[in-house]
């Protein structure tokens, strides 16, 4: 069963990393809001299905509505708050502008939950969503948790051939050629604000399903879930992955959740200093986001953008009309090392570092 | 009324703190065109090493100072040589995301060698006292007057000194102030040394304010440096002083007329505030240079 609940844990953060990576792997935005929307979806779904809070517990609605509804309503908020703060972040900043201003949203939001109990109960949190539906389905606790993985993984490869889809359609690409060069983009026309913005409320859409099924996996939430070293989990595991690339993303997720975090549990912990061991997972964190960064900053999976495959265009055009999003092939640019990922980069190759997007 | 000036006392002394650490951050960027996440380790750094100079130094506030300072320089070094430099000509984000790894190790380094709990100074804050219309500890006027010596230092260093110069010639451009002789990577050395000695007596002023700190206290303060920074205009020193001053004393009275727990959502509104309206600062009228990338 410990291994049961390793790879569901994994394969939630798997889904959460697909939304992450549409928003900073295609559209080059690092958002450190990311994880309120998980936090969100997690609460609402919480306060949907759990009913009326006893005294001195307190929270919100407190309704009974059945969990899979819940989590749909749950994701409509959680977009809608998306909506908000990416109209605010998207429109005008970039970079680390946009960064600074995600974190500040993210915090406000934090704080408020924890310190305005009336809304979900504070640091306390909320608890009291265990195996949903175990009785009208009719299973053991186990046979529920294992049925529970089987559902989280097909959710999985679900979001993994939308995402995929995505990935190569238009719409992807678009995104791609965005983040490359902004300007070079919006010259030919694509509307930079509302290709970001919709990515981000997509991604968004992803972290609010994945906060309703965190919810059914730890059946507790309170904001000492919601640190921001856990966001930084999933970026590491972005980076090592391959950024852009869905299938690398899903393996990085599994690789830092399964092959890292839970093989550092052994690391010696000794009794009279019982921080040494998730402190010592941190310093790891840290490391290989570092070390990712300045030596394989493309990840284990390099990012395949879709190609090209409008008849009307010839290897001459696309390099041509390269900005608009069409991909040239990895053939235009024979050296692996700088071209691929890049669409009609090769003159700026030399500026930048392979693979250092924005 | 004598709730409004205690208030508002309370606010120049951590506008006071903010300043250092404001300055400090935005020197960083103007020399090295990076936003430093790990800014707030410098203070936890210098904050934590003060705790430690305490049992050879006992009760000497101005020699625990100094090692603060010492210590946050030595970070500001080692950062920039170990990180800041080994990513030079990565885009700003990346450099970013790196310092954010920086700022996961060095608080969980502290996490290790001093534990998760919190500490406590054994300084005094001292007498109450009438200043004017304030009302303040000695340990405040202290804060305020060093605050205000060591941005002092560094307005008259800036404009007047030959590093101030080329520390100015470097913000604007790097290569072409190497090119025009500029010893470009030994000044931003030396910036850095700056900065971090600043951020880490800024850190032993904060921990000595709050009384009581853990490994999350730079952590926590460096968003409100940023809000602060931003509300200055980023990359630009001068300013970042009104900049401090205006969220100091917005915290403050925020905190003083609803609660406590609530002045840094005030302060978080006001950074998403300022990135809405105003991202290059206060005091610039409109959007003079591009945020977009």
Known sequence: ?358 | MTTFLVTIGIGLSTAAILSLSAVAFTLEYAVSRVANFAHGEFLTIGAYVAYSGQAIFHENVAAAAAIAAVAGAAAGLALNFGLIEQFRGRSAITVFIATLGVALIVENVLVIIYGAANVTYGFGQGKLHHVGPFLWTTSDIEVIISALAVAGLIYLLLPRTRFGKAVRAISQDRPRAQVSGIPARRIIMQTWALAGAVAGFAGFVLADTVGTFGPTLGFNFLLLTITATVAGGIGRPYATLGGALIVGLALQIAGTYTSSAYELVFAFLLLVLLMLFRPNGVFVRRSAVAVRA
Do not use: C
């Open chain 1, 1 to 358: 069963m410990y291994w049961v609940s390793v790879v569901t844990e994994a394969g939630i953060f798997a889904i959460l990393a697909l939304g992450l990576d549409v928003i900073w792997g295609w559209g080059g935005d690092f958002d450190l809001a990311f994880y309120s929307y998980l936090a969100l979806g997690s609460y609402l779904t919480f306060v949907l299905t759990i009913g009326k809070p006893t005294p001195p517990v307190e929270y919100i609605l407190g309704w009974h509505l059945p969990v899979l509804l819940s989590i749909m309503v749950a994701m409509a908020v959680v977009v809608g708050l998306a909506a908000v703060i990416g109209a605010i972040a998207l429109r005008n900043l970039r970079d680390i502008y946009f960064a600074v201003t995600t974190l500040g949203a993210a915090s406000a939001l934090y704080l408020l939950v924890e310190n305005y109990t009336p809304l979900f109960d504070g640091y306390n949190g909320v608890y009291g969503l265990i195996n949903p539906g175990q009785t009208a389905l009719n299973l053991t606790y186990n046979g529920y948790r294992i049925a529970f993985l089987v559902t989280v993984l097909v959710l999985l490869f679900l979001a993994y051939l939308l995402v995929q889809r995505l990935s190569r359609s238009p719409f992807g690409r678009m995104l791609r050629s965005v983040r490359e060069d902004e300007r070079a983009s919006a010259a030919y026309g694509r509307r930079v604000f509302g290709a970001k913005y919709r990515a981000y409320l997509f991604g968004a859409a992803l972290a609010g399903l994945t906060g309703g099924l965190f919810a059914i996996f730890i059946s507790a939430f309170n904001p000492s879930a919601w640190t921001p070293q856990e966001l930084l989990v999933i970026y590491a595991a972005i980076l090592v992955g391959g950024r852009g690339n869905p299938r690398g993303v899903i393996l990085g997720v599994f690789v830092v959740y399964i092959g890292f975090i839970e093989l550092t549990r052994y690391l010696p912990s000794p009794a009279s200093r019982p921080d040494f061991g998730p402190a010592m997972r941190q310093i790891l964190i840290g490391l290989m986001i570092i070390l990712m960064l300045r030596f394989r900053p493309e990840g284990l999976f390099r990012e395949r953008p879709g190609l090209d495959r409008d008849p009307a265009s010839t290897p001459a055009s696309q390099r041509a009309a390269a900005p608009t999003g069409q991909s040239s092939s990895p053939q235009t640019h024979p050296r692996g090392d700088e071209g691929a990922t890049r669409e009609g980069g090769a003159s700026k190759a030399g500026r930048r570092r392979a693979g250092d997007r924005k």
